[in-house]
């Protein structure tokens, strides 16, 4: 999940776990107040109620109809007084509610009882006139009061999720907004490669994690980018300063060769000798180009090339070399523009990923023959090799780029593992894309994908 997503589900978990504890403590509270207050009214009416009945003198049947047109009566209102007998000298002409000898008793020992059944709520309490201890129990349904909970659960429910939607969306925007340092940030190391290490990230005089982060990145990059300058010097000056000593051991080893009265003894010596320095020649010649195609972009000369025609050539140089070679090249379909055939690249290094591709086939390939077949797509060309050799072990797959990488089953075949690194490197400069599908004793499949230049 990116960090953007996580900031704005936690802000909104947190800002909806405010809501929700806010919500329930007004609900509570509120819940809690209803229910103090209107016992307060219960208790106030049962007061009443005995007071008109004992010290005013007020008629049972008189007091009836006062509570029944009262305009302060309560919903289902009941209304009931005992004697000391337990005998009702007044009801409000409902239902009394159903009570025990025990619960008057208590009531009368001065315990003040308050109960509910369902949405109804009862209280008990005692009153004393002159002598005599009565006990009224008064109940009835604080309708007004529910609806306005209910009302205010409601508005608490819908303002509740609106609040958390709206709070959703803010924090989408804030955490973007949040972000978008770090979104630049990113965008930035994306565009920096191994062919534009000089490039760096953008910082200011602020003194925040971010500019932090991107000072020691620039640090990081400084010292990679020492590195590999060093490296790539060492591998082109090393290469260089092996080619001319070889050369002049081969020259010298080819004239030696050419005399007529050598011993074969040491005329067997000599070729061995060549042989081995001719495989040094090709190590230093792959180190070379390796590094001039680890090289930076900027310094490689790009044009408008045809695939074909370097096809082509490559095909003729290594038939010159390995004249046992078997290849074959074909169109699956001629494209009907000669623009489709055009990539933007390097010729030199193009002509050594295909010649590269075209020696393997050959080379790992018990018939020595290699086919390639050309496709055209409407953005990109696509050049595909196939051997029928003894494939690619599956262990060996995911080492194949790595240069120097041999084989234990390709160890009696001559060569370097600098082929195939070398091939990415150049694929990759021209913004191509190079894959390997290879089985067992079946062979192997290279397929090349450039962009066209017109693209």
Same mark, same amino acid.
């Given at each position: ?26 609900? *509570?509270? *509120? ?112 309708? *007004? ?24 969306? &803010? ?6 907004? &949040? ?14 490669? &191994? ?70 003894? *040491? ?16 190590? &230093? ?171």
């Amino acid at each position: 999940m990116k960090i953007r997503n996580k900031l704005t589900l936690r802000f909104t978990l947190l800002v909806a776990a405010i809501l929700l504890l806010f919500s329930l403590s007004i609900h *509570y509270f *509120y819940t809690l107040y209803r229910r103090i207050e209107f016992y307060n009214r219960l208790e106030e009416k049962a007061f009443t109620t005995v007071r008109l009945l004992k010290e005013n003198g007020i008629n049972a049947e008189v007091l009836r109809t006062i509570d029944r047109n009262e305009i302060t009566s309560l919903y289902n209102e009941e209304v009931t007084i005992y004697n000391e007998r337990n005998q009702i000298i007044y009801d409000s002409g409902n239902t009394p509610y159903p009570v025990s000898t025990d619960f008057l008793q208590q009531v009368r020992e001065g315990k003040k009882i308050k109960l509910h059944r369902g949405q109804k709520e009862v209280l008990a309490l005692n009153y004393m006139h002159d002598t005599t201890k009565l006990v009224i129990v008064v109940s009835a349904i604080d309708k *007004y009061g529910f609806d306005k909970v209910d009302i205010l659960t409601n508005v608490l429910v819908v303002g509740g999720l609106a609040s958390v939607v709206l709070v959703c969306i &803010a924090g989408w925007f804030f955490s973007g907004n &949040a972000m978008q340092p770090v979104a630049a940030i990113v965008g930035q190391v994306k565009a920096i490669t &191994a062919s534009n290490l000089s490039a760096r990230l953008e910082t200011n005089e602020n003194q925040d994690e971010l500019n932090q982060l991107a000072r020691t990145f620039n640090e990081m990059l400084a010292r990679l980018e020492e590195s590999f300058a060093s490296q790539k010097i060492f591998v082109s000056h090393a290469s260089h300063e092996l080619r001319t000593p070889l050369a002049i051991l081969t020259s010298q080893l080819e004239v030696e060769l050419m005399q007529h009265n050598l011993p074969d003894t *040491y005329k067997a010596k000599f070729e061995s000798i060549l042989e081995e320095i001719r495989m040094m020649n090709q190590l &230093a010649n792959g180190l070379l180009e390796l590094a001039r195609a680890s090289a930076d972009v900027n310094t490689i000369s790009f044009s408008k090339v045809r695939i074909d025609e370097i096809l082509w050539q490559a095909q003729n140089e290594l038939l010159k070399k390995n004249p046992e070679c078997h290849i074959i090249i074909d169109f699956e379909e001629q494209p009907s523009e000669e623009d489709a055939l055009v990539v933007y690249g390097n010729e030199s290094l193009l002509k050594r990923a295909l010649m590269n591709l075209i020696e393997n086939g050959c080379k790992y390939s018990s018939k020595k023959s290699v086919n390639i077949w050309l496709l055209f797509k409407p953005e990109s060309i696509i050049i595909r090799f196939v051997d029928k050799g003894e494939g690619i072990a599956a262990e060996d797959l995911p080492h194949i780029f790595e240069p120097f990488y041999r084989s234990q089953r390709t160890r009696h075949i001559a060569g370097h593992g600098i082929g195939l690194p070398l091939t990415l490197k150049i694929i990759q400069l021209h913004k191509g894309h190079l894959q390997i599908e290879s089985h067992e004793n079946v062979g192997t499949i290279a397929t090349i994908t450039l962009p066209i230049a017109s693209v």
